[in-house]
């Protein structure tokens, strides 16, 4: 089974930047892909969502300009550009596959997750 493992989180200051990655240990090109992230005592929410081969994306209102999702499918990697960090956007961040091609927003429509990877930014 297609397995997925992020990295790149950490513990960052108000006003930082992070890039969080996504290695996929098998190819998905003919897959959207998103992030979701979820912080204590909250629903697992959408963040950005790019689909197949890249050629469009879509992101949550809270992100106002401030994330950039990406991906490297010679790599098998998905990315997450994230500036101008706040400390509401302390979560566990979560990147996931969907089975299909198109962009979606709703966590039940992604077959695959990866682990997460814990970002944390101080005020």
């Known amino acids: 089974q297609v397995q997925l493992v992020e990295s790149g989180g950490g513990l960052v200051q108000a006003g930082d930047s992070l890039r969080l990655s996504c290695a996929a240990s098998?190819?998905?090109?003919?897959?959207?892909m998103g992030w979701f992230r979820q912080a204590p005592e909250k629903e697992r929410e959408f963040v950005a969502s790019?689909?197949?081969?890249?050629?469009?994306?879509i992101y949550a209102d809270f992100v106002e300009g401030r994330f950039t999702i990406s991906r490297d499918d010679a790599k098998n990697t998905l990315f997450l550009q994230m500036d101008s960090l706040q400390p509401d956007d302390t979560a566990v961040y979560y990147c996931?596959?969907?089975?299909?091609?198109?962009?979606?927003?709703?966590?039940?429509?992604?077959?695959?997750w990866g682990r997460g990877t814990q970002v944390t930014v101080s005020s």
């Open positions: 996931a596959a969907r089975l299909y091609s198109g962009v979606n927003i709703k966590k039940y429509m992604y077959d695959l």
């Open positions: 098998a190819t998905l090109t003919e897959n959207a």
């Open positions: 790019i689909s197949a081969y890249g050629t469009s994306t």
